[in-house]
């Protein structure tokens, strides 16, 4: 019996594509086709072999996993997110580790779609072709994901050995000069204590043991365990761009523990008797800039850096921009600072910058040389430009003023981070010492009298 012919919009409907899909594939010669009476006809046994010879792409999913002894059902429970749990009635989309296959209903029948990401990392959603069954889209999308996967995997990149003298300049140009404003510290860090060491060794055999080495190096050249730490910041940094880039797999430094740093908090703080000294002998360039950090606790870069703009002489407020944190913060200007300010602007009335270099009006490249000649003319040992941050922490919290409100003034993400600030001087810690005498009722003379003593026994010592 001869099989029936079918029209343009039966085998549409037989094969679930649209009807200029099959025209497509008559003039592409994929399916067989002839003209009856002017019109497009297929033979019905033709349109069955091409359905079977597209299903015969496919393997059988039970086939798939027989090296690992796994049906679909046993896949799905180890890399279905949510595992058989996510199998129900209702379950229209399924997604593994790779991408995702879901249904979607449409006027020729329900049809399976993949979503994942192609090479480049972008997301691709397409149709299954010819897949009739959940298992055969995900054949499909093994095909599609595994193509991204071999060109986005870090571990399956192929790259030259880099030796780290190669790696170094990589960082410093594409990275540090391009995110930190202190990447000179890390161009220093780099060249003259990493490179040394490191310079012909490739990345993939610095280890863990390297670092240690590295750091047994340092220590026997005199530098702080301090210095050591701010070297292995760096360190762990360029290795984690490496990573990002394929050169390496793993990061030796996150094996490596750092020194403890909590000994190193200096505690230095400007006095009443010595504020006045310090500033009668600072040039008249930095005499303003050293009144306003103790006024405000602006960091050195921070004043430096400020602009007219962000000050505002009306509300008397200075927003400061050029934060450690990258988030702005505002503070009051109070009567001393409002003063020096508008003496600043009075002597510079075109400055764009607050404090700008009094030769160039530029900005500043530094202050530390005459902040320390400043202070030996003064007589004051042992402090720092940043200790004056400190000094204004510290009075706040002497006046009462609130560690949440001294927190937003120093612009500290945590109140943590303010309580290292807030240190207390030693005429206030004898002072609270100095409270309690008097309080008991019997004194320990009274003591010593009743039990016969002339002062506090031995036994008495003892016991304290």
């Known amino acids: 019996m001869r099989e029936p012919l079918l029209a343009v919009k039966e085998v549409s409907r037989l094969l679930s594509v649209h009807p200029k899909t099959v025209y497509a594939w008559k003039a592409s010669g994929l ?5 009856l009476n002017g019109q497009v006809r297929f033979d019905k046994g033709q349109i069955d072999e091409f359905i079977e010879r597209r299903r015969a792409r496919f393997i059988d999913p039970e086939a798939l996993y027989k090296p690992a002894k796994l049906s679909l059902a046993a896949y799905d429970k180890l890399h279905l997110k949510g595992g058989l749990s996510a199998l129900s009635k209702n379950s229209r989309r399924y997604r593994y580790g790779f991408g995702t296959v879901y249904l979607r209903k449409a006027k020729r029948g329900d049809r399976w779609y993949l979503d994942y990401k192609d090479r480049h ?5 397409e149709i299954a072709r010819d897949a009739a069954t959940r298992g055969e889209a995900l054949i499909v999308l093994q095909e599609r994901a595994g193509d991204g996967l071999i060109c986005t995997s870090p571990a399956l990149r192929k790259y030259k050995p880099v030796k780290f003298s190669e790696f ?3 960082y410093i140009e594409d990275h540090a000069k391009v995110k930190k404003r202190s990447w000179k510290n890390d161009e220093y860090m780099v060249n003259d204590s990493l490179a040394p060491f490191f ?10 043991l390297e670092v240690e080495r590295w750091i047994r190096w340092r220590l026997d050249q005199g530098v702080t365990k301090t210095t050591c730490n701010r070297g292995l910041q760096v360190l762990k940094k360029m290795f984690n761009i490496a990573i990002g880039e394929g050169f390496v797999t793993d990061n030796p430094v996150r094996k490596v523990k750092m020194f403890s740093e909590k000994d190193n908090i200096k505690e230095r703080i400007l006095t009443e008797e010595e504020e006045p000294r310090l500033i009668e002998t600072c040039p008249d360039y930095l005499r303003p800039i050293v009144i306003t950090a103790l006024n405000t606790g602006m960091r050195r870069g921070e004043i430096l850096a400020l602009e007219w703009s962000c000050v505002d002489m009306v509300k008397r407020t200075i927003k400061v ?16 600072l409002f003063g020096v300010l508008r003496r600043q602007r009075i002597a510079n009335p075109t400055a764009a910058l607050v404090f700008g270099s009094p030769w160039t009006g530029k900005l500043l490249n530094g202050i530390r040389k005459a902040f320390v000649r400043a202070c030996k003319q003064a007589g004051i040992s042992g402090l720092r430009f940043h200790d004056l941050r400190h000094t204004f922490a510290s009075r706040l919290i002497e006046k009462g003023v609130d560690i949440v409100t001294v927190k937003e003034l120093l612009g500290h993400s945590t109140v943590i981070l303010t309580q290292r600030y807030t240190h207390s001087r030693n005429e206030q810690r004898r ?6 005498d008097g309080v008991p009722a019997v004194t320990l003379s009274q003591i010593w009298h ?8 031995s036994r008495y010592l003892s016991m304290n």
């Open 199 to 208: 310079r012909e060794k490739l990345l993939s055999e610095i280890t863990p």
């Open 450 to 457: 009743k039990n016969g003593d002339k002062g506090p026994s």
């Open 321 to 336: 921009t050029r934060t450690k944190t990258d988030r702005p913060r505002w503070i009051d200007i109070n009567e001393t």
């Open 121 to 125: 990392g972008k997301r691709v959603r």
């Open 168 to 170: 170094a300049p990589i």
């Open 431 to 436: 002072r609270a010492v100095e409270l309690l």
């Open 31 to 35: 399916i067989p086709s002839f003209a």
